[in-house]
């Protein structure tokens, strides 16, 4: 792989999705760190929710890599208001812009004590996103003050002129500004003592501090390339401001050698999936999900999939460990002396058929998506345990248009980017159970499920059409099961009735969710 490809190649963003939540509760040591991909949003974090959303890598210009290198940087910011703020306001008034300057240049301070091997990394960020920043001759008033205050502060230089007064309270207030964080970092106070100074810096500004703050900065403008000569003149300046000179090399920085490492490691890594098909699913009409901004945690019911293991772990065993109040005392000792082995082996049940899960996502399972979703997220966590070999798809129409996404593709493990690819999928249309069943058939001749499970809740929309998809593939060796899900038990039995008709060659029916997995589960039971 030349080093040229590697820096221009794309980053899939469950690659990056995987790398940042690894990245952001190391660097925050905040274990519940989860973050969501947002195309068009620039990084925010809510604190109380224990998120951080973070725009793709299209968000930003440069290379491939450039953008790979503003994209971490920008994680790590994030990643320290996680860890070292308690508070965060709306930048869209003075009064939380300013608080939120002063929060981001003493979080940097803080984080580069723990996270010193940032530091190359926060100096590139700064010069290559030097164009991003506003020219203050361009901006009037209150508006130019308060950007000149940020900037001054953040960088230590400001990108444009200030006159006489201006300059004057400007620098007044950075220097009240710097005089807060020291003190806050020696004396170790939280945000809200930070936020009780503001007023005095509104104050020395003479703004308003519900001024609001015009949005200048456009997607277009982040990090916006600029020539290698004019990012090294800034990185030049970013050293000397920081009085780095001695430690620091320019070209160290400017080819972010350590960086480049990990870099190479996730095209591979990106490499790797593609290999195994993803990007191959288009031949065939399939899709996977582009926008992965909603987060897969809502779909995971933990208490369902542990009930779901705790059954799994009971299969073909004459006795059941419970624990309990009351109960049989074990005594270890004499268990021990009276068998001639007294070693335990747990032997883990596992099946070697190969299972293809087709799930309904037409618009009638609207009211109940969110339990749906969840019970399918249990089913595979429970595949995925009993190191079942399984692929998962879903239908629903998007634009007007059929579409079957690919929730986990055969040669892939279950892991929560396929719950994330589940999750972003909106129940809506009809359906058109034969058309999916054709689209997906030259997957199937391919890969060679013995069974296919399909999870649905209507009438398909051409009986005819989906017996003879049917019969279709059991003259290629694929058993069709259905599993029809009702709202009530009346519901479930009349919606039984309807797959009767279709030839399955096996039909089960539930009127409660939590009970898909289970239901099916058994189908796999010797």
């Known amino acids: 792989m030349s080093f040229s490809y590697v820096q221009n190649f794309s980053l899939r963003n469950d690659i990056l999705i995987n790398l940042g939540t690894f990245l952001s509760r190391r660097w925050s040591g905040n274990k519940k760190a989860t973050i969501l991909l947002i195309e068009d949003k620039p990084p925010t974090t809510k604190l109380d929710k224990n998120t951080i959303t973070m725009p793709s890598l299209r968000y930003y210009n440069g290379t491939e890599f450039q953008k790979y290198r503003q994209w971490r940087v920008s994680l790590w910011y994030e990643s320290m208001r996680l860890a070292l703020s308690t508070k965060a306001l709306s930048n869209d008034h003075a009064f939380g812009f300013i608080l939120n300057s002063i929060e981001l240049k003493r979080i940097e301070i803080l984080g580069l004590r723990e996270w010193r091997g940032m530091e190359n990394e926060v100096i590139f960020n700064e010069g290559i996103s030097w164009l991003s920043r506003p020219l203050l001759n361009s901006l ?6 308060v950007e000149a205050f940020s900037q001054y502060l ?3 230089y400001v990108k ?19 005089e807060l964080i020291d003190e806050s970092i020696e004396e170790n106070h939280r945000t809200e003592w930070i936020e009780r100074q503001i007023p005095k810096i509104i104050k020395i500004l003479q703004i308003d501090s519900l001024f609001t703050i015009p949005i200048v900065t456009l997607k277009s403008k982040i990090g916006l390339s600029m020539t290698e000569k004019n990012l ?28 480049l ?17 993803y990007s191959t699913m288009e031949q065939f009409g399939l ?21 779901l293991k705790s059954v799994i772990r009971s299969w073909k065993r004459d006795w059941r460990e419970i624990h309990d109040i009351t109960g049989d005392e074990i005594d270890i000792e004499s268990v021990i002396e009276s068998q001639p082995k007294p070693f335990l082996t747990d032997f883990k049940n596992t099946i070697n058929t190969k299972i293809a899960l087709l799930l309904d996502h037409s618009s009638s399972i609207d009211d109940y998506e969110l339990e749906y979703k969840k019970a399918t997220v249990a089913l595979c966590e429970a595949l995925k345990f009993l190191d079942v070999k399984f692929s998962a798809y879903a239908f629903s129409t998007k634009n007007k248009k059929v579409t079957c996404w690919v929730i986990k593709h055969p040669d892939v493990k279950w892991t929560s980017i396929n719950a994330r ?8 249309g009809g359906t058109p159970l034969a058309e999916i069943y054709n689209l997906l058939l030259p997957l199937m001749k391919i890969y060679k499920p013995d069974i296919m499970i399909t999870l649905t809740d209507g009438e398909p929309s051409d009986y005819n059409a989906v017996r003879s998809a049917i019969k279709t593939y059991k003259m290629n060796g694929i058993h069709m099961v259905a599993v029809g899900v009702g ?5 479930a039995i009349n919606i039984g009735l309807n797959l009767k008709y279709l030839e399955y060659e096996r039909i089960l029916v539930v009127s409660q969710l939590n009970e898909i997995p289970t239901r099916v589960l058994s189908l796999l039971q010797v």
Do not use: C, W
């Open 232 to 259: 090294i003149k800034e990185i030049e300046r970013m050293i000397k401001i920081r009085n780095k000179e001695k430690e620091k090399s320019t070209n160290d920085i400017m080819a972010g050698t350590q960086i």
């Open 154 to 156: 953040i960088t230590g």
């Open 160 to 178: 444009g002129e200030l006159f006489g007064s201006e300059s004057d309270r400007v620098q007044s207030a950075v220097n009240f500004a710097r």
């Open 140 to 145: 009037y008033g209150k508006h130019k003050i």
């Open 261 to 277: 490492r990990e870099y190479e490691s996730l095209v591979k890594e990106s490499k790797k999936i593609d290999n195994k098909g």
């Open 487 to 491: 709202k009530t038990v009346n519901n």
């Open 421 to 428: 690819n589940l999750v972003q999928i909106k129940a809506s």
């Open 287 to 307: 899709e996977v999900p582009e926008s992965v901004d909603l987060d897969e945690s809502v779909i995971y019911d933990n208490d369902l999939i542990t009930k």
